[in-house]
């Protein structure tokens, strides 16, 4: 039995174990401190108390408050070239602003782009930005339309699925995609909007200034009721706060019955996370899933047991939850990164290490996660190990991410033919980055990956079908989209129509998830 929770190591995992693991990583993605949607969670379940929210629905609030930008990873890339390369600095110093007025978002976006760029440069970013009035609106649909198509592969519940899609939505009929106001507002979704911004507040100024901020919102952004349960004891409201450990707090609170993982389930939640990852790239679309099928291949090659080759591959489904932690205008820069950027590029496995090692039952999978850029001689990262440092299981993945990536498309240069990456791979064995005997045990992974032409496609996707979405999924604009496969942009937009129809989706984002669940690029 664990000491601090009374339950065993073995047996169904704590759904809200997994969930707080992956909201460490949005904490990430979206510019705030590590714990920060947890102590959200706390804030939310103690204004839905005072404010009187049914005992019934109060799961449904805890798990909206640490899934809420599970979607953060959705716009990314739009993100970062609207703001000049740092979306997520672009979407922390935005945080306080979102359910202010107009003229406070207007002040924070121009405070927050680009703001260490030339003037003339910052100038064009704003202006593109004005003029496109739209764009917020498509940013925050691929967001909520993503976060939905996630937390349903999580198994968190229908009601925290549907108070995805309103996420930003406002009291006063304000908010994106603008389709609620007043009491139509999910529920949960009033609350969590009021704490996420108490916690903002309370750590960027003080309490005063917090009460200051949730009385000025009451009526406009927020749910009235909901400020008022603030307002009325902002120093009671906060004691939800004061534990020093934040993790295992959330965990306690979770309203009871406590939701439950079964092994067998624990892929399809793991594979969300590597999909939440993916998605924050065009370039890195799929990768994760591929990564993890080619390690475990790899780890039964080398005669790995069972158990062994199940761990190496949800540590391949996971290996890149860090990503989300680091800004697009590095992930998606087309030229030689600086000192500065490698070094932010460095982080994303330690990132992933840290997040993971926080969950009792997702810990044994950290290291060999957190290792799949380390290299036989030590010029890896971020420990920098070398082979007497690294299991078999270590070994195997940081090479089966190294031939994966190669036969993927990057910004900086085109996708390695297999026989190409086969090549590349024997050539870092050669000078002793990666050990002979797990290339060979990748590279024959890899051979035996070649399966028959599938005769079925998800959704009835035609074969062109399946062309255009590949490419959207990698934001391929409609042009490109055309230029490539030789037809007009016109029958693009009509393909376009009919995958959003067959697939059940209505933003790139969404269209781009269906892609990586289906393992279709």
Same mark, same amino acid.
């Given at each position: 039995?664990?000491?601090?929770?009374?339950?065993?190591?073995?047996?169904?995992?704590?759904?809200?174990?997994?969930?707080?693991?992956?909201?460490?990583?949005?904490?990430?993605?979206?510019? $705030?401190?590590?714990?920060?949607?947890?102590?959200?969670?706390?804030?939310?379940?103690?204004?839905?108390r005072?404010?009187?929210?049914?005992?019934?629905?109060?799961?449904?609030?805890?798990?909206?408050?640490?899934?809420?930008?599970?979607?953060? &990873?959705?716009?990314?890339? *739009?993100?970062?070239?609207?703001?000049g390369?740092?979306?997520? @600095?672009?979407?922390?110093?935005?945080?306080?602003?979102?359910?202010?007025?107009?003229?406070?978002?207007?002040?924070?976006?121009?405070?927050a782009?680009?703001?260490?760029?030339?003037?003339?440069?910052? +100038?064009?970013?704003?202006?593109?930005?004005?003029?496109?009035?739209?764009?917020? &609106?498509?940013?925050?649909?691929?967001?909520?339309?993503?976060?939905?198509?996630?937390?349903?592969?999580l198994?968190?519940?229908?009601?925290?699925?549907?108070?995805?899609?309103?996420?930003? %939505?406002?009291?006063?009929?304000?908010?994106?995609?603008?389709?609620?106001?007043?009491?139509?507002?999910? *529920? !949960?979704?009033?609350?969590?909007?009021?704490?996420?911004?108490?916690?903002?507040?309370?750590?960027?100024?003080?309490?005063?200034?917090?009460?200051?901020?949730?009385?000025?919102?009451?009526?406009?952004?927020?749910?009235?009721?909901?400020?008022?349960?603030?307002?009325?004891?902002?120093?009671?409201?906060?004691?939800?706060? =004061?534990?020093?450990?934040?993790?295992?707090?959330?965990?306690?609170?979770?309203?009871?019955?406590?939701?439950r993982?079964?092994?067998? $389930?624990?892929?399809?939640?793991?594979?969300?996370?590597?999909?939440? @990852?993916?998605?924050?790239?065009?370039?890195?679309?799929?990768?994760s899933?591929?990564?993890?099928?080619?390690?475990?291949?790899? @780890?039964?090659?080398?005669?790995?047991?069972a158990?062994?080759?199940?761990?190496?591959? =949800?540590?391949?489904?996971?290996?890149?939850?860090?990503? +989300?932690?680091?800004?697009?205008?590095?992930?998606d820069?087309?030229? !030689?990164?600086?000192?500065?950027?490698?070094?932010? +590029?460095?982080?994303?496995?330690?990132?992933? *290490?840290?997040?993971?090692?926080?969950?009792? =039952?997702?810990?044994?999978?950290?290291?060999?996660?957190?290792?799949?850029?380390?290299?036989?001689?030590?010029?890896?990262?971020h420990?920098?190990?070398?082979?007497?440092?690294?299991?078999?299981? %270590?070994? /195997? /993945?940081?090479?089966a991410?190294?031939?994966?990536?190669?036969?993927?498309p990057?910004?900086?240069?085109?996708?390695m033919?297999? *026989?190409?990456?086969?090549?590349?791979?024997?050539?870092?064995?050669?000078?002793?980055?990666?050990?002979?005997?797990?290339?060979?045990?990748?590279?024959?992974?890899?051979?035996? $990956?070649?399966?028959?032409?599938?005769?079925?496609? !998800?959704?009835?996707?035609? %074969?062109?079908?399946?062309?255009? /979405?590949?490419?959207?999924? =990698? #934001?391929? #604009?409609?042009? $490109?989209?055309?230029?490539?496969?030789?037809?007009?942009?016109?029958?693009?937009?009509?393909?376009v129509?009919?995958?959003?129809?067959?697939?059940?989706?209505?933003?790139?984002?969404?269209?781009?998830?269906?892609?990586?669940?289906?393992?279709?690029?």
């Open positions: 039995m664990d000491a601090t929770t009374g339950e065993s190591a073995t047996g169904p995992l704590r759904l809200a174990e997994l969930v707080a693991a992956l909201s460490l990583a949005t904490d990430l993605g979206t510019g $705030q401190p590590l714990e920060h949607a947890l102590r959200t969670g706390l804030l939310s379940l103690e204004l839905a005072r404010s009187g929210v049914a005992a019934g629905s109060l799961g449904d609030v805890y798990y909206l408050a640490l899934l809420r930008f599970v979607g953060c &990873t959705a716009d990314a890339t *739009e993100t970062a070239a609207s703001a390369g740092d979306d997520i @600095a672009f979407i922390g110093a935005m945080s306080p602003a979102w359910m202010g007025s107009v003229g406070e978002q207007m002040r924070a976006m121009t405070a782009t680009a703001p260490d760029a030339p003037l003339p440069r910052r +100038v064009r970013l704003l202006l593109t930005a004005f003029a496109d009035t739209q764009g917020a &609106t498509r940013s925050i649909s691929a967001h909520c339309e993503a976060g939905q198509m996630l937390s349903a592969r198994g968190v519940g229908a009601g925290v699925t549907e108070s995805l899609g309103f996420a930003f %939505e406002r009291w006063d009929g304000k908010g994106i995609p603008g389709r609620r106001s007043g009491t139509t507002v999910p *529920e !949960p979704v009033r609350v969590v909007v009021v704490a996420r911004d108490i916690d903002l507040w309370t750590r960027m100024t003080d309490v005063d200034s917090a009460v200051e901020v949730v009385r000025d919102r009451a009526g406009h952004a927020y749910d009235p009721n909901v400020a008022a349960a603030f307002l009325d004891d902002p120093h009671g409201v906060l004691e939800a706060t =004061r534990s020093t450990d934040s993790w295992q707090a959330a965990l306690d609170a979770e309203p009871t019955p406590w939701l993982i079964h092994d067998e $389930q624990l892929d399809s939640a793991l594979g969300a996370f590597g999909d939440f @990852a993916d998605l924050k790239s065009p370039w890195t679309r799929g990768h899933p591929g990564v993890a099928a080619l390690a475990e291949a790899a @780890a039964a090659a080398a005669g790995l047991a158990t062994e080759c199940d761990a190496v591959r =949800r540590a391949g489904l996971v290996h890149d939850l860090g990503r +989300v932690g680091i800004p697009n205008g590095v992930w820069h087309p030229g !030689p990164l600086t000192v500065d950027a490698w070094e932010r +590029v460095r982080l994303h496995s330690y990132f992933t *290490e840290r997040i993971l090692n926080r969950s009792r =039952r997702l810990a044994p999978l950290a290291r060999v996660s957190a290792c799949h850029h380390e290299r036989a001689d030590g010029s890896g990262y420990r920098g190990a070398r082979t007497a440092e690294l299991s078999v299981a %270590e070994r /195997l /993945l940081a090479a991410d190294a031939y994966h990536a190669c036969t993927e990057r910004p900086h240069r085109p996708a033919t297999a *026989e190409g990456a086969a090549l590349e791979l024997r050539r870092e064995a050669r000078a002793n980055r990666f050990d002979t005997e797990v290339v060979e045990c990748v590279l024959e992974a890899a051979g035996h $990956q070649a399966t028959a032409r599938v005769e079925t496609t !998800p959704a009835s996707l035609t %074969e062109r079908e399946l062309q255009v /979405l590949r490419l959207i999924a =990698r #934001s391929h #604009s409609n042009k $490109q989209v055309a230029d490539q496969l030789s037809i007009t942009a016109k029958t693009v937009g009509t393909h129509e009919h995958i959003y129809a067959k697939a059940g989706v209505s933003t790139r984002a969404g269209a781009a998830l269906f892609a990586m669940e289906h393992g279709l690029l």
